[in-house]
């Protein structure tokens, strides 16, 4: 079975700020993890995906992860806040490359000037 | 860009009345899933399809129903609608064997009066 926790349901920076979104998976197998982003009134879009290989993985939009498989965890990263990044972040895991995802119940990001 | 597209975007009908939500997507892809979205933004799997003719139900239980007749094809429908079917329903797409990313369609907002 296959589960994934995001820690907060709300995180407010400030622009230009460090961003970090937290994500803890479980997995029965290697997993596969995923950060999508939600923009109001729109459907979900991938920021950037773990397979295998790199364990730091780099998004679209200056986001990245790091996959420790130690601490089961997927946080998504990003250095300097920019207002455009207000939106709802969802962390997912699927056990293979075709089966189906689990989603986090979403972080909503705040972006104060 | 992800070629899945959602109709209606928004929808809002009386308590009865019968609704198929579209979803259609251009990229081949046999994996087809809908999920529903809570307003705590919470997603939740309810129909999925792995190819033509093949439907099964996800782990939210729903009383929608849904076909796949064509490969790009996945309608859902609500034969009759009631209050508790307001939420937003977002249609994705995987390939079957690739790196496991769903693609999204931009959702159809049901609010049933």
């Known amino acids: 079975a296959q589960s994934v926790t995001q820690l907060g349901s709300h995180v407010s920076v400030s622009e230009g700020a460090l961003v970090l979104l937290r994500c803890n998976y479980s997995?029965?197998?290697?997993?596969?993890l995923f950060w999508y982003v939600q923009y109001p009134n729109q459907g979900l879009q991938l920021l950037l995906k773990?397979?295998?290989?790199?364990?730091l993985v780099k998004g679209i939009n200056g986001f990245e992860a790091e996959f420790k498989k130690s601490e089961t965890s997927f946080h998504l990263t990003k250095p300097s806040a920019h207002m455009s990044d207000a939106a709802e972040y969802f962390c997912?895991?699927?056990?293979?490359?075709?089966?189906?995802?689990?989603f986090g119940d979403g972080t909503t990001l705040t972006v104060k000037p | 860009e992800a070629d899945i597209y959602q109709t209606p975007r928004y929808l809002v009908i009386g308590t009865g009345k019968k609704i198929t939500l579209e979803c259609s997507q251009t990229?081949?892809?046999?994996?087809m899933y809908w999920y529903q979205q809570d307003p705590g933004m919470e997603l939740h799997l309810i129909h999925y399809?792995?190819?033509?003719?093949?439907?099964e139900k996800g782990d939210l239980s729903s009383e929608s129903t849904v076909s796949r007749i064509r490969t790009e094809h996945f309608p859902l429908t609500l034969e009759s609608a009631r209050p508790s079917h307001t939420s937003q329903y977002l249609c994705?797409?995987?390939?079957?064997?690739?790196?496991?990313?769903?693609?999204f369609g931009e959702g159809s907002r049901l609010t049933v009066l």
């Open positions: 994705a797409s995987r390939q079957g064997a690739g790196t496991g990313e769903l693609f």
């Open positions: 773990y397979t295998t290989g790199a364990t």
């Open positions: 990229m081949g892809h046999d994996k």
């Open positions: 997995s029965s197998v290697p997993p596969y």
């Open positions: 399809s792995y190819g033509v003719n093949s439907t």
């Open positions: 997912a895991v699927s056990e293979t490359n075709a089966g189906k995802s689990t």
